[in-house]
């Protein structure tokens, strides 16, 4: 795209940040062209982001049902996977799998509590209680 073409729609971080994009300039060689955004692009995020919220709901209601640990609602609110919490807090993938589940959790011990609570970014009474978390959804 020629380097007048870049789109410059005011996007969701276009208030925040620009983005870089590759445009040819007048001769026809590559440059840098700031860009505050692009609508399709503004559109794909606002249904990404949508989704997410959709998943902390369903991971809410899981948890409110006994169906589910608090660690599925944090997870899904930080945007993490089973993986990505183990690397955090230095479990096993399996264990946090087992965690997971309402009775394993109930029965963790404090440092187990504490861990998950600073990856979270939380105290461990609100990892236990989602009361505090309910504005955010």
Not at 7 to 35: F, I, N
Not at 77 to 103: C, E, N, P, S
Request: proline fraction near 3%.
């Amino acid at each position: 795209m020629k380097k007048e073409e870049v789109p410059q729609h005011p996007g969701s971080l276009g208030k925040v940040t620009k983005e870089v994009c590759y445009a040819t300039d007048d001769t026809g060689k590559y440059t840098t062209e700031l860009s505050q955004g692009w609508e399709v692009k503004t559109e794909a995020l606002d249904v990404a982001w949508q989704d997410i919220a959709e998943r902390v709901a369903a991971a809410k209601e899981k948890v409110l049902r006994g169906a589910a640990s608090p660690l599925l609602y944090f997870m899904e609110l930080k945007l993490m996977d089973i993986g990505v919490l183990a690397g955090y807090t230095g479990f096993w993938k399996w264990q946090v799998k087992r965690h997971l589940r309402t009775a394993v959790f109930k029965k963790l011990s404090e440092r187990k509590l504490r861990r998950y609570a600073e990856v979270f970014e939380v105290s461990v009474p609100d990892l236990n209680s989602l009361i505090v978390h309910e504005d955010r959804v």
